[in-house]
């Protein structure tokens, strides 16, 4: 039965290997439920999906206080280092219906790290990615999410600066999605400041969106 005093929204990450996908879902969950390493390969191969506990009074509506619950999907790194294109499509698409299927998804967040350009020829793999998955209507439900984000703090840069300064890639990929972007910082703050922080962003996108999913 739906509990009328949380609401549980649905997301997915998506993003090239190394991009930090599962470290970026582990901090919205609030836990460490996805397996994140530095290696010289791609390190996640399928599918995960984890659920945070509820964040109690996160959020008002209706004028009635309600609890947040984050269920967030992991998914492969692509390009991948040992799946081929269909291969990580296929997992990926399986796992958007088994998990979301009749729910729906969100937000699908593309994870960039802040600290490295986005080129066209690295940026065009993932976001085909996200659009065949997600079809016509994906520029309307996907976000950018920047790991490492505290790269931009170090070289004394605003985040305004900071997308200022971005690649014409990047800049043109941030406008055609309504210039949806959150910044993860891995340091300064507590992890739950961190967490609180991208998670209120994100519901601005969401809300904007009128709580509307995209079923699959």
Not at 153 to 164: F, K
Request: charged residues 20%.
């Amino acid at each position: 039965m739906t509990d009328p005093n949380k609401m549980i929204i649905n997301l997915a990450l998506f993003g090239m290997t190394q991009s930090g996908k599962s470290s970026a879902g582990n901090i919205l969950l609030g836990s460490f439920d996805f397996h994140s390493s530095f290696a010289p390969c791609s390190v996640t191969k399928d599918c995960c999906l984890g659920r945070s506990c509820p964040l109690h009074s996160f959020m008002r509506q209706a004028g009635q206080e309600k609890a947040l619950q984050v269920q967030v999907l992991d998914t492969p790194g692509y390009p991948h280092s040992s799946l081929s294109k269909e291969q990580v499509k296929q997992e990926v698409k399986e796992a958007l219906v088994h998990h979301f299927g009749q729910d729906g998804l969100h937000l699908a967040l593309l994870v960039q790290r802040a600290d490295m350009p986005l080129c066209e020829q690295e940026a065009s793999s993932p976001i085909q990615m996200i659009q065949e998955l997600l079809g016509h209507a994906w520029k309307n439900y996907t976000a950018i999410l920047f790991t490492h984000a505290e790269k931009i703090e170090e070289a004394g840069l605003s985040e305004e600066e900071y997308l200022h300064e971005a690649s014409e890639t990047l800049l043109a990929l941030l406008n055609s999605i309504h210039r949806r972007c959150v910044f993860q910082y891995k340091k300064g703050n507590s992890l739950k400041e961190q967490r609180i922080t991208v998670l209120e962003r994100i519901m601005e996108f969401i809300k904007e969106n009128c709580y509307q999913v995209i079923t699959f």
